[in-house]
DNA sequence: TGCCGTGATCTGTGATCACAGTTAGAGTTG
DNA sequence: CAACTCTAACTGTGATCACAGATCACGGCA
């Protein structure tokens, strides 16, 4: 194996898959709270609006429908899923066990850099959300940011996939509810959670950290469910 | 909407479509290690055995490909993935962490017919294995029976879900171990925490079932580990 | 003898077609 | 005017075909 010098340089391209980039799109608009609860979705029509045929499609579809994030009707229409009080109390109680975890792990196993990505995800949510015109869909994106630089830092590529196909399921309920309150940003109970977040993870306290995330859990949920719009 | 009375007692057929039966199928192969870490799977070849086209196989392995319980390599092929040692600690950390929180939780919130189910599975499994002559697949099939008869216990589908996800990686791994070393079982290790288990989660004792749960997983995973057959 | 090109055969991916079951709406009937 | 019926369009599922890329064995060149 004699090469060229330069050709040590090159990496191998991406070659990713057209399901793989629908699977990508899809999640997003899960997680973003795009796709609103019950809503229905064509694996034609999302196709067409994707720009291929039906076959990533249904990939794509199909992993989701593995993670729970979409569920296929017994009529045959996927959707997504309409979660009941119980099962989001189900679903919330869950998340605040594992992330709580993660925050927990991160606070012992964080090195230097995580600190750094944490720090600046912080920062820049707290600068979107005291803006004087928040922007609600950057928000959530940079809500999202945070928390992942936080579980990213225990170093368990296992735990934050995990906690990602969680997010997959949660994100529609959350987020969509979060677009139509936008008040609610503004209270900054957030905010004030994630600069807790931060602080016990650079102390090294992971009961604190655990707490802190259990909060921010908690009270988004809290509101959900004070809200009552939830499936019986 | 007047029907004949009796009509009201057809429960409605599960139309469990080829994908999902196929996803059934490889999923256990993967949880009880027959499938090898490594193994190749060709779809048209899968699909030949199962006796269908391709299409069903397809979804089936992209829903086990989103779980990571399968992988397709750069080079196009289907197989079961090679763990580093690393990559298994990490693993066997967030299951200790998971299924030790579904055990207290089950001590915490199991009624009756939980704590019936769990002793008849503790039962059957430490008959099999004391047995003269144990079935070993038969004993990896009671020893599924027994955790996940007490992680439903923890009355939380989205918890039992996750420890699902998390055995169909581990499966692989540890029972075809298993399955290579059938001495270890006559050691009763398993069957000690077992017991333990059982005990902790009819007393009402969190701590203790964590503990039960996450020395089970630990002995198995040290011995594995120990052995030093993963990949770099 | 050792190496490299070459082609047959395999791989997963994607598109297209066929089908049964559902849904929605127009048309009809009471 | 309401309720029912029927049809046309749409649903996901499954099969089949087409294709680019990977693998591997065979054969020719150095």
Known sequence: MNLPAALNLVEPLDRQTLGERAY?????????GRLAPGERLSLRAAAD????????????????????????????AVRVPLLSAEQFRDLTTVRIAIEGHAAEQAALHRDE???????????AMRAESESATPDLPRAVELNKTFHFAVYDAAHSPILVEIIRALWLKAGPVINLDLRANPERLAKGHAIKCHAGVRKAIAAGKGAAAREGIAADI???????????GLAG
Not at 24 to 32: E, F, G, K, V, W
Not at 49 to 76: C, F, H, Q, Y
């Open 24 to 32: 990508a799109r899809l999640a997003d608009l899960l997680i973003s």
């Open 49 to 76: 609006v994707l720009g291929v045929s039906i076959m990533p499609v249904r990939e794509a579809v199909s992993r989701l429908v593995a993670d729970k994030a979409l569920e296929v009707t017994p009529n045959r």
């Open 113 to 123: 850099s995580d600190l750094l990505s944490i720090a600046r995800a912080e920062e």
């Open 218 to 228: 908690r009270s988004a949920a809290d509101f959900i469910l004070s809200r009552g």
